[in-house]
């Protein structure tokens, strides 16, 4: 997928429009339906300020890996969880071992 096509899809699923982005960006929106189009690349400081609105990190935006965690909430929980003690750190991924199984029990039905 391209860097344009991720840019729209992120902004629709977090609600935005093209001016909105813009805005909180501190960018015009022109800027945004032109890298949307892929007609110009924004530059790394363009994508970092796009990026932060979004929620997502600026190696999800560019890159096609699969391995990738976009969500920036999702990574700095992960560091977080990475600083607990180790009888901790299991309770917490048990329980999202739990979750994510019977969610994908669910999804099956």
Do not use: F, W
Not at 54 to 67: A, E, F, G, K, Y
Not at 73 to 83: A, G, P, S, T
């Amino acid at each position: 997928m391209s860097l344009g096509k991720k840019l729209k899809k992120y902004r629709i699923e977090k609600g935005l429009t093209q001016t909105e982005l813009a805005e909180q960006a501190a960018i015009y929106q022109k800027n945004i339906s032109d890298y949307e189009a892929d007609v110009v690349t924004p530059s790394v400081t363009m994508m970092k300020k796009l990026a932060d609105v979004l929620d997502v990190s600026i190696d999800h935006l560019v890159s096609d890996s699969p391995n990738i965690i976009g969500d920036k909430r999702l990574i700095r929980m992960c560091k977080e969880l990475d600083k607990m003690e180790p009888e901790d750190k299991m309770v917490v991924l048990k329980m999202v071992e739990a979750y994510i199984r019977d969610y994908k029990l669910k999804k099956t039905k």
